[in-house]
């Protein structure tokens, strides 16, 4: 009796777990491995392609219908066709009113750079690889405007397959006034979804209006491919009959589809097809008037060349992405455990989604290569120096090159002399992809926050990557917002840091961290001792001679003098740890260690006593320099807020972590899919610059290479 209880219950903990999908019917739980996140990038690429699916969604995904970041819902389906009977897999929501039967969802993974749905299709397994590369070394492939679908059909034996793939008219950004072209260029067929006279530049609701949406494949060997437009209704029923889309066309109207699909005809054993889906503007930014373009077009300067380039690349892609989520998952894991990894893992692709890489539009000479970066869902400001700033471990990691593609833009309009205000300007547009300056000198000012981000910035740029002849040539426009910082950072004016939405205030000691760390960097920059000194100096004001902190030196406050029961996370520290600068002694740190278990929430640390939200890159960034227990208490905290089923918006790195205000803990406040959260990479970080071998032993430029060959590892291995 008692053996048979025992029995009985590991069998029933089995079927909960692991095995669910056999113990129970049709109706089993989707696996989520390695966890359940908020919502899965399945093309994430730069601020005009971020396509997602809510995790929400995820156990009905033949109906589901996808989500631009900002939340529009788009339409994106995949169907399968086996003997005759169609199967959705993804995105028909009209499912019930039609012969298409429902496929069943299994398991839902996510990588760095894949998203893996496993479904059954009656008797059928398939897997749907949602893939957006990510490989910043290689700006070719990193500035495709293009992202993979793979549809992979799992062992069978002898069955008739079609696959079929549509999005809609929601992807240009104006679906009623949208219109739909179609290229054929030999194995090539793509459609192009646009906003007919749509002007240059113009977004609705963060949408880009200008340039088309994107849907290609190419047919594989002898077999069919076959494309159609019009509705819905009309190109699926075409598919679920004939399994081709060999049709008159219909009319193009406000809720037309435009479809793909490929006859796979009798299989034996597994096969797959890929479809590319993009969104490509010719003109990607108007940087200071003039038009740039995606880097890749000096290789591939039309629509169909890229996209011939962009399917022809697809195993190398992928390899190198098998290579990088093994390398991020093991090295983060070594780094901070698991559930490090997986917050490394959820951020990779929505870091490098907010950036387009670019060169000029009339030379496109790869040489001037710039990258610009939205800040998204805040103002859609263009190269925010407070937005590279926390997303710059993630550059560090994985090519520290990028810290000068994104300054670069901004270096060229202040050494031009056109800002003339004393410190640092915040961004480089009042809104993306306008990146014209402020020639008017009303930018956001932030004076402490930006002169001591640009000073970091641009010595960790250097530490990582030795190139000093960049530095030097802008070392006059350092040099003045060092002194900027030197005579203003220690009675501070009333002013904003990074998190505006706090407010502004005198004397903020987070902000006087950051000047004296910024204060060294530039005596490091320079070679001047003497700022360095200064630094040192400032240093031993707010910590040793404790202007910045309470009485016993338990906390940093958040504002001085005289405010002991008030405290700020002092994120600005990280920097000090990363750069090895000692601007503050070990004890300024580990204080924090003892501090922060003291103020936890049930979701973690908020930004300062007056908030109940926290800010997930900074509390990385500040886990940084923490010992290892209160680290981990920190990585366990966001891993729960982003694993814990209460929210469905692309990553938030802003979020509600105690109840202590009365608020709901553990879901976002107003950020989403911000490229922020490659501040998560600070722990990585910490390993040293360049750390990835898939990645910095795989340069390639394209034709602009040569300059850039003295950054190879020529130790590193394959
Ligand atoms: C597919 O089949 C159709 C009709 O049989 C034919 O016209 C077309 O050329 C074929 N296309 C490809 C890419 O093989
Ligand atoms: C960008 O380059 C293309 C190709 O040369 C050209 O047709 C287009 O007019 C250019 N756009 C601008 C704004 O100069
Ligand atoms: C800021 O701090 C300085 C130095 O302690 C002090 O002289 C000044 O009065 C403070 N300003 C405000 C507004 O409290």
Not at 166 to 173: E, K, L, M
Not at 174 to 200: M, N, Y
Not at 202 to 215: N, P, Y
Not at 286 to 304: C, K, M, V, W
């Amino acid at each position: 009796m008692h053996f048979n209880l025992q029995k009985q219950l590991g069998l029933s903990s089995l079927c909960s777990s692991l095995l669910s999908f056999l113990c129970s019917n049709d109706q089993a739980q989707v696996a989520f491995h390695p966890a359940r996140p908020p919502s899965y990038p399945l093309a994430v690429r730069n601020p005009y392609l971020s396509t997602w699916m809510p995790a929400d969604r995820v156990d009905r995904l033949p109906y589901a219908e996808s989500q631009f970041w900002a939340g529009q819902d788009l339409g994106w389906s995949v169907m399968v066709r086996i003997d005759g009977q169609v199967y959705s897999l993804m995105g028909v929501s009209d499912l019930d009113a039609s012969s298409i039967l429902p496929a069943t969802v299994r398991r839902a993974e996510f990588t760095s750079s894949h998203s893996l749905f496993d479904l059954m299709a009656g008797p059928v397994s398939l897997t749907l690889d949602f893939f957006s590369p990510v490989s910043p070394s290689n700006y070719l492939r990193q500035s495709l405007p293009f992202s993979y679908l793979t549809v992979q059909v799992n062992h069978v034996w002898g069955r008739d397959i079609q696959i079929y793939s549509d999005i809609d008219g929601r992807w240009t950004g104006r679906e009623h006034r949208s219109v739909h072209d179609f290229e054929e260029h030999g194995k090539l067929l793509f459609h192009t979804l646009s906003v007919e006279d749509a002007p240059r530049y113009a977004e609705d609701r963060d949408m880009a209006l200008w340039g088309h949406a994107i849907l290609a494949s190419r047919a594989e060997g002898s077999r069919n491919l076959s494309a159609l437009a019009g509705p819905p209704q009309v190109v699926r029923a075409a598919f679920a009959t004939n399994g081709n889309l060999h049709e008159e066309e219909s009319a193009w109207s406000a809720q037309s589809v435009v479809a793909l699909a490929h006859d796979l005809g009798n299989i034996v054993g597994g096969a797959s097809v890929t479809f590319a889906v993009g969104y490509e503007r010719e003109e990607a930014i108007n940087y200071l008037g003039d038009a740039y373009t995606g880097f890749y077009r000096s290789e591939y300067p039309t629509t169909h060349e890229a996209l011939s380039f962009f399917l022809e690349d697809f195993e190398e892609a992928r390899l190198e992405s098998w290579r990088l989520d093994d390398e991020l998952s093991a090295f983060a894991t070594a780094a901070a455990g698991p559930k490090y990894a997986d917050i490394v893992a959820l951020s990779t692709r929505q870091a490098y989604g907010g950036i387009d890489l670019t060169i000029p539009n009339s030379s496109l000479d790869t040489d001037r290569a710039l990258a610009f970066i939205k800040e998204l869902s805040s103002d859609g400001n263009v190269n925010t120096i407070d937005i590279i700033m926390p997303a710059f471990p993630i550059y560090w990691v994985m090519d520290p090159d990028w810290i000068r593609l994104l300054l670069e833009p901004v270096m060229l309009y202040l050494d031009a002399g056109r800002w003339k205000l004393p410190y640092t300007i915040h961004d480089l547009g009042s809104h993306y992809p306008h990146a014209i300056g402020h020639d008017d000198q009303r930018a956001e000012p932030m004076p402490i926050e930006e002169c001591g981000n640009l000073l970091i910035l641009a010595l960790a740029y250097v530490r990582a990557t030795g190139d000093e002849s960049w530095i030097n040539q802008y070392m006059g426009v350092f040099q003045k917002y060092a002194d900027y910082l030197v005579k203003n950072s220690i009675d501070i004016a009333e002013q904003l840091s990074s998190n505006d939405a706090a407010g502004p205030l005198a004397n903020e000691t987070n902000l006087a961290i950051k000047a004296a760390i910024g204060i060294k960097a530039y005596g490091e920059l320079s070679g001047d001792q003497k700022y360095s000194q200064i630094g040192d100096d400032h240093a031993d004001i707010f910590f040793r001679q404790g202007l910045g902190t309470d009485e016993r030196h338990t906390h940093f406050v958040l504002e001085y003098p005289d405010m002991p029961n008030t405290w700020k996370i002092p994120y600005n520290l990280y920097p000090d740890v990363l750069l090895g600068l000692e601007t503050f002694p070990r004890e300024a740190y580990s204080m924090g260690s003892q501090f922060f278990s003291t103020v936890r929430g049930e979701y973690g640390v908020a930004l300062d006593n007056r908030q109940d939200w926290a800010k997930s890159d900074w509390n990385m960034w500040l886990a940084g320099t923490f010992e290892i227990s209160t680290r981990d208490e920190f990585v366990d905290d966001l891993w729960a807020f982003m694993t814990n089923g209460k929210h469905n918006w692309p990553f938030s790195d802003r979020y509600v972590s105690t109840s202590a205000h009365g608020s709901e803990p553990g879901v976002p406040v107003l950020c989403r899919a911000r490229p922020t959260v490659g501040g998560h990479f600070a722990l990585l970080a910490l390993k040293g610059p360049n750390s990835l071998p898939s990645i910095s032993t795989h340069k390639a430029y394209g034709t602009g290479g040569s300059r850039y060959d003295r950054f190879m590892d020529p130790a590193g291995e394959l």
